[in-house]
């Protein structure tokens, strides 16, 4: 396998683990607006700068394998 | 969005003259433009029969470059070229990049101000005295031309350029608009930017920063925003060839030192404590902890910067694969798919274009109110 093939798979591990964590922060976002409604746009908020973070681990790798594919 | 609209349309129908003189503007702008569209007087190579290489062509659009590339017109390529300013031995140096008649492998060689100059995909080299044509290592750099000084007004920097033009025109409209009212109301184009600029207050500035000391930053965050923002949308007008700006490493990288320089130079005792001298941890763990806030400091103008530009720059790779489809499959058939696919995250592009502008700002005023923390 050549070190394009190894980029994408890693490009694909990149994007498996940012689904896991902004699915994670959604769903619980979900439930937080659901059980306090008035809150939801401080959680709205917040979850959407999780979501910045987490993104932005996957995006590091991503990078990484543009750089080497 | 109810309650913009007719203040949108009374802010077009009342404002006139600063439509018209808007108007004179943009159409001198644009017959400016035209003045400069070059015709290439020759194509160097006929690639009719080479297989289709998306990976080059999302590279060319996603890069920068010394000319806006519009169309290719029976075979030739129609070009908006875009000056050249070099700094070389012999002092300033400057020419049309249409000198180059849209040649990106080094075969064309332009003389100017006693200086020999090709251009390498997008990069200005100068030839050696002695050399006349561009001799190439095993890596494909050349081994007989340097790069001089580079101080070309490019695409990412004529796009800024307007983006500044235009956010100045909607600023001192909005100012004005204030200014003119009798009653405090905001008139015109003010009505529009006020529940924005309340916004980046209301849900930034003041929970990010706290109420006694967000008035100081709110200039930086305001411009932040709006020029992150609009450099973003000016990334997703195809015909501008998607001058790439926010997807610049050079770019983010200098919004987000200027974010680092304001934490570090805001931070309070409080935070050089929390970074040097952890309070309310063993000694053992002080020692420990110290290195890591050391580069955490670091890590955190980086992350900024990696982020925005990636994911401007993957928001334009995705589209432009998407499109270079339809050649890899060479099939009409695809073509409907791949448009679909690529209108769709146009879509969620755009709403991308607002929640980057909208995370940098927030990350940028977190970090300041970290800095500014009192003891508790």
Redesign the interface.
């Known amino acids: 396998m050549t070190i394009t093939g190894i980029a994408a798979i890693g490009a694909g591990l990149a994007a498996i683990g940012a689904g896991v964590g902004i699915g994670k922060i959604g769903g619980s976002a979900m439930d937080a607006m659901a059980r306090q409604p008035e809150m939801h746009?401080k959680i709205q908020?917040s979850a959407?700068?999780l979501a910045?973070f987490v993104?932005?681990v996957a995006?590091?790798g991503?990078?990484v394998a543009f750089l080497q594919g | 969005m109810c309650t913009f609209a007719p203040k949108l349309i009374k802010a077009i129908l009342i404002k006139s003259s600063i439509l018209n003189s808007f108007r004179t503007v943009f159409f001198s702008a644009v017959f400016l433009a035209i003045s400069f569209l070059g015709f290439a007087k020759e194509k160097q190579t006929t690639q009719d029969d080479a297989p289709f290489d998306p990976k080059a062509m999302i590279l060319h659009h996603v890069k920068d470059a010394h000319e806006f590339h519009l169309w290719d017109w029976k075979g030739t390529p129609v070009s908006l070229s875009l000056p050249i300013l070099l700094w070389t031995d012999n002092g300033l140096t400057s020419f049309s990049s249409s000198e180059f008649h849209h040649d990106d492998e080094g075969h064309t060689i332009v003389e100017a101000n006693g200086g020999r100059f090709v251009k390498l995909h997008e990069k200005i080299y100068q030839l050696d005295a002695v050399a006349t044509t561009v001799a190439y290592d095993a890596e494909h750099h050349p081994t007989n031309a340097q790069k001089p000084i580079d101080l070309s007004i490019t695409r990412n920097v004529f796009m800024m350029w307007i983006s500044v033009a235009l956010l100045l025109f909607i600023f001192l409209t909005t100012a004005r608009g204030y200014k003119n009212s009798k009653d405090g109301v905001p008139t015109g184009i003010a009505g529009f930017m006020e529940p924005l600029i309340i916004f980046v207050r209301d849900e930034i500035g003041k929970p990010m920063i706290g109420e006694h000391k967000y008035k100081k930053y709110m200039p930086y965050l305001l411009t932040i925003f709006f020029f992150i923002w609009i450099n973003n949308i000016f990334g997703l007008i195809p015909i501008l060839n998607g001058a790439n700006l926010s997807g610049n490493i050079a770019f983010t990288f200098t919004l987000a030192m200027f974010t680092f320089i304001i934490t570090t130079f805001s931070g309070n005792k409080n935070y050089w404590k929390h970074i040097f001298w952890m309070p309310g941890v063993p000694v053992p763990m002080k020692l420990f902890l110290m290195p890591i806030e050391i580069i955490g400091m670091f890590v955190k103008p980086i992350s900024l910067m990696i982020r925005l530009f990636a994911n401007i720059t993957a928001g334009h790779v995705i589209i432009l694969a998407l499109m270079s489809l339809i050649f890899v499959f060479k099939s009409v058939a695809i073509a409907p798919v791949s448009v679909a696919f690529s209108l769709f995250i146009t879509v969620i592009e755009i709403i991308v274009t607002a929640i980057q502008a909208y995370i940098f700002t927030i990350l940028s005023a977190l970090y300041f109110g970290m800095a500014t923390e009192e003891e508790h």
């Open positions: 746009g908020s959407l700068i910045a993104e932005a995006l590091f991503v990078v």
